[in-house]
């Protein structure tokens, strides 16, 4: 089998032959899926999500659209195969991935209570200090931020919704919140020098 190009991530590559390329996938699609799973499950040593599965796909597909076919016997057999060897791939990445989360977890828990309280402490120092910041803003400003930003109970609510409800332009709100961050990142930072000038 002779590959042309060299294959991209896993995305969709579109072109002018799209009908011959979803053609081609029909036929091979199911055989690709069973090699997918087949080849994470085996490397990762655990069930496959849909989404790596869905990925390890995409890639097959593009390296074997990209191939010489002409030669080939059984495409949904090939497509398995190349399938198969992508999951192996992805698997092992998986599984690394995996080995480092624990690790870094390991990590974490290693953090002394006195270093967690003395994080919480900051937060709660940093959360003070943003409301007392927020009396800069003007009054539309406030009400966007409480609206769109901090949010309630109930969530957050989309600033095309809070433009909406205010009879004013999405960019207009757009520029408001931007406007309105800017002020409270620079006060804050200014606060923050005043209060902890030696970065702790």
Not at 37 to 57: C, F, M, N, Q, Y
Not at 179 to 193: P, V
Request: contains cysteine; positive net charge; aromatic residues 4%.
């Amino acid at each position: 089998m002779t590959v042309t190009e060299k294959p991209r991530s896993d995305e969709w590559a579109a072109g002018d032959d799209g009908p011959a390329r979803l053609a081609l996938f029909v036929d091979v699609e199911g055989a690709m899926k069973a090699g997918a799973r087949k080849g994470i499950r085996r490397a990762a040593r655990s069930l496959p999500s849909e989404h790596d599965v869905e990925d390890v796909v995409v890639q097959a597909f593009n390296e074997l659209w990209r191939s010489d076919r002409s030669a080939i016997k059984s495409l949904p057999g090939m497509a398995r195969t190349i399938a198969y060897r992508r999951g192996i791939d992805r698997g092992r990445r998986v599984l690394r991935e995996r080995r480092d989360d624990r690790v870094l977890g390991k990590d974490l828990l290693r953090l002394s209570d006195e270093e967690s309280a003395h994080r919480q402490l900051e937060d709660a120092e940093t959360l003070e200090i943003v409301q007392r910041c927020k009396k800069r803003l003007t009054p539309d400003q406030r009400a966007v931020i409480s609206a769109t930003v901090e949010g309630t109970i109930d969530g957050t609510m989309p600033l095309k919704e809070y433009a909406e409800r205010r009879g004013t332009t999405y960019e207009a709100c757009r520029r408001m919140v931007n406007r309105a961050i800017a002020t409270l990142t620079r006060c804050l930072e200014a606060a923050l020098r005043r209060e902890r000038p030696n970065g702790g």
